[in-house]
């Protein structure tokens, strides 16, 4: 249960309106217009990243692939190239502005819900608003990992720095393995979500991959708990040839006959060569049954390069569907 102390310490909570010195990049009158797309392409990205600069217009930058410095050696090496040789500078690191040294603001500490085998938290790799001053909340549920290994503590997809980077707090619904069953975690959610909505978040988003999309669509069955739910490759059931994926197709859909009439926006991502889907045509036309009981509905339905069950975890299913996802739930665009 949630404690009454912490959710009213996050009720009181100082609006926080000042755009985190990050996000200047984009728009830095010092940086050419070219670096400037660039920077906008790099706050996309997820941590660790690094972001430099160079005499002669020089830029360059670097997110993932290895540690902290490696990204910044690559970063550097990238502006060296564009900088004829010049020496370069990091200006940007993860979520913090340098030279002075501006950091983002993150959440108080212990700012949590749950307990040991489950917990929905900010995620520290995000930019931190505060209920009172975001856009809404994210709520991004990881997938279960093969062989009963540890999720927990995974980055949000990157896509979510969309909703992150135009004023959404990111929050991660962590559930130990060893207490990860589907009905009960979709309890843990469902009592975070509301929550959420009590200590002054204006809009709820609720997401995830996998178990963690599996988890989402089961909010429909609550009215008025989620605004908007994105299910990227749903599964809560094995691998082509296991047991448990025999009756995948008929749990698909069992789960969306629950889905009561809302006013959510939902979202529906499916990707080629997924082993964990038994019928990809089946589960997109199963899928369409929600139109007309759900405010909007989107069907990603196999987009062209982007293949696998982990297909929305890619830079192309980012840079792609991001922007479209953010107004698809904000209910600005209907289509992608």
């Known amino acids: 249960m949630i404690r009454l102390a912490l959710l009213m310490l996050l009720m009181g909570l100082p609006a926080n309106a000042q755009q985190p010195a990050i996000l200047e990049l984009a728009r830095d009158p010092a940086l050419g217009a070219e670096a400037r797309a660039s920077a906008a392409r790099f706050l996309l990205m997820n941590l660790p990243r690094a972001y430099a600069t160079g005499p002669n217009g020089g830029f360059g930058w670097q997110a993932g692939g290895g540690d902290a410095a490696f990204v910044e050696q690559r970063a550097l090496e990238s502006c ?107 309890g843990w959610l469902r009592e975070h979500l509301a929550a959420l909505r009590a200590m002054g978040y204006r809009r709820i988003a609720v997401a995830g991959q996998s178990r963690g999309g599996w988890n989402s669509l089961m909010m429909l069955d609550t009215p008025g708990l989620a605004d908007a739910v994105i299910a990227i490759a749903p599964a809560s059931h094995g691998q082509l040839g296991s047991p448990e994926h025999m009756r995948a197709l008929d749990d698909w859909r069992a789960i969306l006959a629950t889905a009561r009439p809302s006013q959510a926006r939902v979202v529906f991502a499916n990707f080629r060569n997924d082993p964990f889907d038994p019928d990809p045509d089946r589960r997109a036309a199963l899928a369409e049954t929600l139109r007309g009981r759900v405010g909007a509905l989107l069907v990603i339905d196999r987009p062209e390069g982007i293949e696998g069950h982990g297909g929305g975890v890619s830079t192309p299913f980012n840079e792609r569907f991001g922007a479209c996802l953010l107004a698809f739930a904000e209910a600005t665009r209907n289509a992608c």
Do not use: K
Not at 120 to 129: F, G, H, I, Y
Not at 155 to 178: E, L, M
């Open 80 to 186: 060296q190239r564009r900088s004829n040789g010049a020496p370069c500078t990091i200006i940007a690191r993860d979520l913090a502005r340098l030279s002075p040294e501006r950091p983002a603001p993150t959440a108080p500490a212990g700012t949590r819900l749950g307990g040991f085998a489950q917990e929905v938290l900010p995620d520290p790799r995000m930019l931190w608003w505060g209920p009172g001053a975001a856009r809404g909340v994210l709520v991004f549920a990881h997938g279960r990992a093969p062989g009963g290994g540890d999720s927990r503590g995974q980055q949000p997809q990157s896509w979510t720095r969309h909703f992150n980077n135009a004023g959404y707090d990111v929050w991660r619904f962590d559930r130990h393995p060893g207490s990860d069953d589907a009905t009960r975690a979709a």
